[in-house]
């Protein structure tokens, strides 16, 4: 995925995390296409955790401006955790890297862009006018 694949928002820190996000999609799916197990193991761990601290912080951000479709927003984020905490387990028992850069390419990143330049860049207008 390259940086200018991905979409921009009315909210700067927003844009910070999909950046920190972006890069670290890309560092797992370059350890993935080297069968790197080890690092594969470690950045899924990595990126999870950063996906969930950056949709905390989103949704407090929602919260707070009183985003009035938070609930749909939180839902797909929801959605996304489980799909990467079963990516994790899948993984962690399988070690099938191949199946990680399969997801990545054919799922995560369309899956990242489509949700930025959707229901990031609606909310994110949003709380820039509240």
């Known amino acids: 995925m390259r940086e200018e694949q991905l979409p921009l928002v009315a909210v700067a820190e927003i844009n910070n995390a999909h950046l920190e996000e972006m890069l670290m999609i890309n560092r797992l799916e370059e350890a993935a296409e080297r069968n790197d197990a080890e690092t594969v193991s470690q950045m899924l761990g990595k990126l999870l955790e950063h996906t969930r601290s950056h949709f905390q912080e ?73």
């Open 58 to 130: 989103e949704e407090k951000r929602m919260e707070g401006s009183g985003y009035p479709a938070i609930r749909e927003h939180k839902s797909e984020h929801e959605r996304h955790l489980r799909e990467l905490g079963f990516l994790q387990k899948h993984f962690d028992t399988h070690k099938d890297t191949k199946a990680v850069d399969v997801y990545i390419k054919g799922n995560l990143v369309a899956w990242f862009i489509h949700h930025t330049e959707t229901m990031d860049k609606e909310a994110a207008e949003y709380m820039s006018q509240s």
